[in-house]
């Protein structure tokens, strides 16, 4: 691996730094519910240091650097991740590796999931995967990095050893990852005393230790499934939060009042701060959080005080919250009589069904309508199975009835972009099947577009309010409802039912020519079974449920605290543009 030497490991746990002037690549990762980390992008990699540089001790908004992560707010000083919609708090890391290796150059190795999307590999991963390639070794093991994986080159495909499933992989060109040379400064460690290695006494640094135990108790008992029943979850919840306040160490003697757990007395339950009727007593010492709302005008950043609020109530400590403003999600009451039909949109609801794909007569003969055959190729890679176009397809095995030749390259017609026949054979057959070919490289979509979106409804109409940004023009009400149901062949698990949870979802858009050009063509990819799918949840990670499908919609009404509202003065062309990317344009809305 590329790590090097104690540094490095120091580096893991959050608490050391390279030495002095050696160059290392920065990589920041967040750690998930199975507590593995995962790496940001590079791009968002590249904010995050050059907010460090100018605050070790501030905050930063990832949403600046990737529009997807607008909820997510990076806490330096407390090296955690805080998601202001949900009050989520993960920690996050500052790691170092090599220049040479794959981050250092650029470059993601990433698998396919079930929704034929890319998901990049853990860091270490990519790694261990990029030194194999580059030292052109046919297959990599990963039972010794713990993941029961084979990895075979020459098809760019991963197998699980134990069900025998394959997934396509591919190694991807991308921003390098950032560099820094010497130390980092001290604020980005867990505060520890200058010279006894203990932890510094100060109220700041108390502070900062009280969140990171918080942060591990609850990590800790969210690995445990709790005992049913109130008293169980009471007891505990005493261990894993005495554990936490143990780490942070005890405040000054007299700092308890008679409403709380002297040290060593039984804990309450996480959650005093939401029965009515208890408020806990601020021993003196213990600074106080106030947060007046989340527009940045309170005494101190909402993100901030509202993540490590949250995460000294769950250590134990005690913190002063008011009362937060809640995201406005839904319009006042609407009477029918003020319900009206969009103006030049034909119709209120829209209907799928579970339609039956029409299969083409096999998967060449679709690849061949969109293809040039190519009879010089050029002396380069092919993006599908990364051997060169003059040689053969890494998918020769999977030859069609008709016998391709493994050698045989063409060109997309509109886009230009080349490969092996018998890649895009493969890959059309590992897709929806649906006569469509998208192009790998730059995602031009060839022929019709269909979805996997599950059976269901979509109403919409006009009602008499304003969006924030748009004072002028009314609300156009988009309704979505899609009930549980039982997956279909094209569906991650055949057979196995799915969950359709928060149906039905209401979202909004701008009464205006811009907002119905984009609700005509929202419907065009309803009807195309392109607005949702079944797959595995980003928020919850639950999977086999019903999730949004790559084209972003504004589900917060009157606000936007959560990054899904207006006023938002891009969104309209963003989603346009993410409508494009599915094969939906203006071209569609032409009789």
Same mark, same amino acid.
Request: charged letters at 20%; proline letters at 9%.
């Given at each position: ?167 396509? %992989?591919?190694?991807?060109?991308? &921003?390098?990852?950032? /560099? @820094?040379?010497?130390?980092? =400064?001290?604020?980005?460690?867990? $505060? !520890? ?117 949250? %995460?000294?109530?769950?250590?134990? &400590?005690?913190?002063? /919250? @008011?009362?937060?403003?809640? =995201?406005?999600?839904?319009?006042? $009451? !609407? ?257």
């Amino acid at each position: 691996m590329a790590r090097q030497g104690s540094g490095a490991l120091l580096a893991s746990a959050g608490l050391g730094f390279p030495p002095q002037n050696v160059a290392r690549v920065v990589v920041w990762e967040w750690l998930n519910e199975h507590g593995r980390w995962r790496p940001y992008s590079a791009a968002v990699c590249h904010h995050i240091e050059n907010a460090l540089k100018e605050d070790a001790r501030g905050s930063v908004l990832l949403g600046q650097a990737d529009v997807q992560l607008a909820p997510y707010v990076i806490d330096l000083q407390a090296m955690h991740q805080f998601r202001q919609d949900t009050g989520t708090a993960r920690p996050v890391r500052r790691s170092f590796y090599d220049p040479s290796s794959a981050p250092g150059k650029g470059i993601v190795w990433e698998w396919e999931t079930d929704g034929s999307s890319w998901t990049p590999y853990d860091m270490d991963i990519c790694i261990t995967i990029q030194n194999a390639y580059e030292k052109q070794h046919p297959w990599l093991d990963l039972s010794s990095l713990g993941f029961g994986y084979l990895i075979s080159f020459s098809s760019m495909a991963q197998t699980n050893r134990q069900t025998q499933r394959r997934r396509r %992989l591919r190694r991807r060109m991308d &921003l390098a990852y950032p /560099l @820094t040379a010497g130390s980092i =400064p001290k604020s980005q460690s867990w $505060p !520890v005393g200058a010279s006894t290695g203990q932890p510094c006494s100060c109220q700041q640094c108390l502070l900062v230790n009280s969140t990171r135990a918080a942060s591990n108790a609850i990590l800790a008992s969210q690995r445990r499934k709790p005992p049913a029943g109130p008293a169980a979850g009471a007891r505990r919840a005493g261990p894993a939060v005495g554990a936490a306040r143990a780490e942070a160490g005890r405040p000054p003697a007299g700092a308890f009042s008679r409403s709380q757990s002297a040290p060593g007395a039984p804990l309450p339950a996480l959650n005093n701060l939401n029965r009515p009727g208890r408020r806990a007593a601020v021993p003196a010492g213990v600074p106080a959080l106030p947060v007046k709302n989340l527009n940045g005008t309170g005494p101190v950043h909402p993100a901030l005080a509202g993540m490590t609020g949250i %995460l000294m109530c769950a250590a134990g &400590l005690p913190v002063c /919250l @008011t009362r937060a403003p809640k =995201p406005i999600l839904h319009p006042p $009451p !609407v009477s029918k009589s003020d319900i009206k039909p969009v103006p030049g949109v034909n119709g209120v609801c829209r209907k799928t069904k579970k339609k039956h794909l029409k299969k083409s007569k096999n998967p060449e003969d679709v690849v061949r309508r969109y293809i040039q055959k190519v009879k010089n190729p050029p002396d380069e890679d092919c993006t599908i199975c990364m051997e060169r176009l003059v040689a053969a397809s890494g998918y020769e095995g999977a030859l069609s009835p008709r016998g391709v030749k493994a050698e045989l390259v063409g060109r997309l017609g509109s886009c230009g972009h080349m490969y092996h026949l018998l890649c895009l054979v493969a890959m059309y057959s590992n897709g929806n099947k649906d006569g469509s070919l998208q192009c790998p490289t730059c995602k031009a979509i060839y022929g019709e577009k269909t979805g996997t979106q599950p059976p269901g409804k979509m109403e919409f109409h006009l009602i008499p309010h304003s969006l924030p940004g748009y004072p002028d023009s009314k609300t156009i009400r988009i309704v979505y409802d899609i009930p549980t149901g039982i997956q279909g062949p094209e569906h991650p698990n055949p057979g196995r039912k799915f969950t359709a949870r928060g149906f039905p979802r209401h979202c909004y858009l701008p009464d205006n020519e811009k907002g119905r050009k984009v609700l005509k063509l929202l419907i065009v990819a309803w009807d195309r079974r392109l607005v949702f799918t079944v797959g595995t949840s980003n928020t919850t990670g639950e999977s086999d449920t019903v999730v949004w499908n790559e084209i972003h919609h504004k589900t917060e009404f009157g606000s936007n605290l959560t990054g899904h509202g207006y006023p938002d003065p891009n969104y309209l062309d963003n989603v346009l543009a993410e409508l494009l990317a599915q094969g939906v344009s203006e071209a569609n809305l032409k009789d």
